[in-house]
């Protein structure tokens, strides 16, 4: 693999902090207890940056994604002070997306002028409802009126591509509340909106103590089913198992995720994925993942909690795991330029797929059909 066919890179920055860490969330978070260390752990991120230089020498970042947690707690001066030292390590493309993940719960007015001019021109909101009833139960730290009241602060701001989460199939919701969600979402007037089912994580408190009331399997396919028509309904085209944007506004930063391209990970826990332009070899690398750890690993000892080279025979298994979330699948020679292998190699779990109805394949293109987005981990287990 030479370097005229490495993937686009991207940078995920992440910032482990949260008001309150929410019963289903299995994500890399912490609490704050007092007083969040932000001049530090601003010198560890580019310290740590500094360390995986040499694993991305001279190649432009096309986004950056700061998540969390809750980057939002932050300071827009901190930001700032992020993205100008990623500026002076790496060269960055014109036009880079710069998204910032935000609670509804720390939204201040003045933050929202200072991230638009720090350099960040794309907001994800953390919404997850429009019920409050349905956002105490999730452990929420805002309510609804919150929720509108951040979001249309931020476009007073300035900011004009904001994405909202949201979940479905939560505790005592039914097709109704579903749809009101959607409505509500989209009198914001957002470009991108987000739509995952609640799922119970290992290790989160959702786990041990399962809410009542969740939709069975069959409820929470119907909500998906009318969700997508009414979003489908009001422009936003599905491009991603959970994920519909208007057009021109699909996210870069998780487009290049899917699509397997190589990304740096710098903060406690974050993960890495680079592409050797010698070798073709495929690096995945992890940062430790507790905030104290890694602050104490700042002055200069060693951040990363492990590196793991993928294997050529893991390589499809890790290709399909994101490329086969998408609605219009992966072309054939991607498949081809980022692992290093031919569509040859992998002739037998497509042709079972097939037969399945899971996925269409031509000589350009794979795609999954209806049935298979539907059965996206069966498909993805045939290439195990």
Avoid at 50 to 79: H, K, M, N, Y
Avoid at 155 to 169: R, S, V
Avoid at 330 to 357: H, Q
Wanted: charged letters at 20%; hydrophobic letters at 45%.
């Amino acid at each position: 693999m030479n370097a005229l066919l490495l993937p686009p890179l991207s940078l995920y920055i992440h910032i482990p902090w949260c008001v309150r860490k929410c019963p289903y969330c299995d994500f890399n978070s912490h609490a704050r207890a007092a007083e969040l260390p932000e001049r530090e752990y601003v010198a560890a991120l580019l310290a740590d940056l500094e360390q995986d230089l040499p694993l991305a020498w001279g190649r432009p970042v096309s986004s950056i994604f700061f998540g969390g947690g809750t980057p939002s707690l932050f300071s827009a001066a901190a930001i700032a002070d992020i993205l100008a030292g990623v500026g002076a390590r790496l060269p960055l493309h014109p036009g880079l997306e710069v998204t910032l993940e935000t609670n509804p719960g720390t939204a201040e007015h003045d933050r929202f002028e200072g991230y638009l001019a720090a350099g960040v021109n794309r907001l994800s909101f953390g919404v997850q409802s429009f019920d409050d009833g349905c956002l105490q139960r999730l452990g929420r730290i805002h309510d609804s009126a919150q929720a509108e009241h951040a979001v249309r602060l931020a476009q007073d701001a300035g900011f004009t591509d904001i994405n909202l989460d949201l979940m479905y199939a939560l505790p005592e919701q039914d097709l109704a509340m579903a749809a009101h969600d959607i409505g509500r979402a989209l009198a914001l007037q957002p470009t991108h909106l987000s739509h995952y089912q609640l799922t119970l994580e290992p290790n989160t408190l959702f786990a041990a103590r399962p809410p009542a009331a969740i939709p069975d399997e069959d409820s929470a396919f119907d909500m998906q089913l009318h969700c997508q028509a009414l979003l489908a309904a009001a422009g936003f085209a599905q491009y991603e198992v959970s994920a519909y944007a208007r057009e021109g506004k699909r996210s870069r930063h998780n487009l290049n995720y899917w699509n397997f391209g190589d990304y740096l990970g710098i903060g406690a826990g974050a993960h890495g994925k680079l592409t050797d332009p010698a070798s073709g070899r495929i690096l995945r690398r992890f940062k430790h993942k507790h905030p104290a750890r890694y602050l104490a690993s700042a002055a200069g000892a060693e951040r990363i909690g492990g590196d793991e080279w993928i294997a050529m025979e893991q390589r499809p298994f890790e290709f399909m795991l994101n490329a086969l979330r998408l609605v219009d699948g992966f072309a054939a020679r991607d498949f081809e330029a980022r692992t290093g292998m031919a569509m040859d190699d992998i002739a037998a779990p497509l042709a079972t797929a097939c037969e399945r109805g899971w996925l269409e394949v031509d000589a350009q293109r794979v795609r999954p059909t209806e049935l298979g987005r539907r059965f996206t981990n069966d498909v993805i287990a045939l290439f195990l």
